[in-house]
């Protein structure tokens, strides 16, 4: 039997309907379950007593389950969005700030590093980055489990904090808390352990509630595909990336979508503090080409949604020179110290060379090289096998709130398209395990696709970008 409709719930039902608040959470999950819509008072009743205790751990992945089955229309998920986002503080800035206030997030990839570059680039630009990030779900690493390898760097930041670092600094990485987004933290953490992450409505909700709080001007969601990627096909991925520019913008959020490649790790290194090293090469100015040009480009899309540029080509050479010329680096240092770094070990970060940097973040016990099994061109490096082995052995958690290994990780010292011989070094492994199991080294060695093809040029993993309705952004075809 369906649950009784709330007052002015347009999904029908009878007179006798109890106000929303006397539902009881049962009834809200059985008529999900039978495919029935949830009315706006009845998420906002299942999100209520999601963040004040009163819904059980079973009650909330029952119904993550039946939402993961049976699905929202996009009214529901505006709703759930809506109700996530008011479970906690709606951050306010300054009228001045609103249109440089801009954002991007993930669905979530194998060695993305992206945020780490582009949140200090894009301040370097002028814009003000209030990012709300997130942990590792899945095999895919998390934004502020990375930064957390950096010794001193705290995530929790208030409100008033946050407003402080976007004044002196331009951007903040911070993580959803009591006073952020509560909900979705709830939520996001009983995802991941009932098999309810690849939900398109649920992603949604759980992206767009941060954003929604952030007060922005402009959001991109780079929306991955391919095997290591929540949505393998890209058929799917373009459903997930039409559902976040829609439902943001009935939420007024001027949302546009990339549609990205997660077949291959992004850039060379896999693992926490790997990552952070890379992320600091590419704010160098150098580093790996795929990362940088995702940088740029969502870096660009984001300046000219927010009207700070004419074009995307525009908006993507100035987050270029801010990676040459050391700005975006310097604000990335700022933001180390002013969210927790000591500042002499911040500045030696940013100033060190790729060797010293090593030597400040935390290292595995011990380095292990793989080498090539036979003659042949790098088809494809599988960023799914790679990224399970590494979770193995400690670079992601089999338990909401378990420690990770920082030092764990992998780099690539091959480029897809490039020709091999057989026996030459292609992934160097940071492990603290004595050694790699049987299974490991196997799943492993499964990851590197030789062919007999010439050599080629890596493909850019970038596919296309979604955008708002046209009325609100008219296409840009310099690009
Ligand atoms: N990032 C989020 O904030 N939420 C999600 O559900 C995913 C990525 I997937």
Redesign the pocket.
């Given at each position: 039997m369906d649950a009784p409709d709330a007052p002015g719930d347009r999904s029908g039902g009878g007179s006798r309907a109890p106000p929303p608040e006397r539902t009881q959470l049962p009834e809200l999950i059985r008529r999900k379950r039978d495919g029935g819509r949830l009315s706006e008072g009845h998420i906002r009743a299942f999100v209520r007593a999601v963040v004040d205790g009163s819904a059980q751990g079973a009650q909330i992945g029952a119904m993550l389950m039946a939402v993961r089955l049976r699905g929202m229309d996009l009214e529901e998920t505006a709703a759930l969005t809506r109700a996530l986002a008011a479970s906690g503080q709606q951050l306010e800035w300054p009228e001045a700030w609103r249109p440089q206030l801009v954002d991007k997030?993930?669905?979530?990839g194998v060695g993305d590093k992206v945020s780490l570059v582009l949140a200090p680039a894009l301040a370097a630009c002028g814009c003000k980055v209030p990012m709300i990030?997130?942990r590792g779900?899945g095999h895919?690493g998390g934004t502020l489990d990375k930064l957390e390898s950096i010794p001193g760097f705290t995530v929790i930041q208030s409100p008033e904090q946050m407003r402080g670092l976007l004044e002196h600094v331009g951007c903040c990485i911070v993580g959803q808390s009591q006073r952020l987004v509560p909900a979705?933290g709830v939520l996001?953490a009983a995802?991941d352990v009932t098999a309810t992450?690849?939900s398109l409505p649920?992603?949604t909700a759980?992206?767009l509630s941060?954003k929604a709080v952030e007060g922005l001007s402009a959001l991109v969601v780079d929306v991955k595909f391919g095997e290591a990627a929540?949505f393998p096909s890209r058929a799917q991925a373009r459903e997930l990336a039409e559902a976040l520019v829609g439902v943001g913008a009935g939420l007024g959020l001027r949302v546009a979508a990339a549609l990205t490649a997660m077949d291959k790790p992004l850039g060379r290194s896999v693992g926490h503090s790997l990552e952070v090293e890379e992320a600091l090469l590419c704010l160098d100015g150098a580093g790996p080409p795929d990362l940088r040009d995702l940088v740029t480009r969502l870096g660009g899309a984001l300046l000219w949604l927010s009207g700070m540029a004419e074009a995307q080509a525009d908006g993507a050479a100035r987050v270029a020179a801010a990676l040459d010329d050391g700005s975006a680096r310097s604000r990335f240092q700022r933001m180390l110290a002013a969210q927790g770094v000591d500042p002499e070990l911040a500045r030696a970060l940013c100033a060190g060379t790729p060797a010293q940097r090593g030597e400040l973040l935390p290292r595995a016990r011990e380095r292990e090289e793989l080498r090539a099994p036979a003659d042949g061109t790098v088809e494809q490096v599988r960023a799914l096998p790679l990224a399970r082995v590494l979770h193995e052995l400690g670079a992601g958690r089999s338990r909401a709130g378990e420690p990770l290994r920082p030092g764990v990780g992998a780099e690539l010292l091959v480029d897809v398209g490039q020709r091999l011989r057989r026996g030459t070094p292609w992934l160097r492994v940071h492990r603290d395990a004595p050694t790699l199991s049987d299974p490991q080294r196997r799943a492993l060695q499964g990851a590197l696709v030789l062919s007999d093809r010439a050599p080629f040029a890596a493909p850019s993993p970038f596919a296309e970008l979604v955008l708002p309705p046209p009325a609100r952004a008219p296409p840009d075809t310099r690009q």
């Open positions: 997030h993930s669905t979530g990030s997130g779900l895919t979705d996001y995802r992450v690849d649920l992603i759980s992206i941060k929540i």
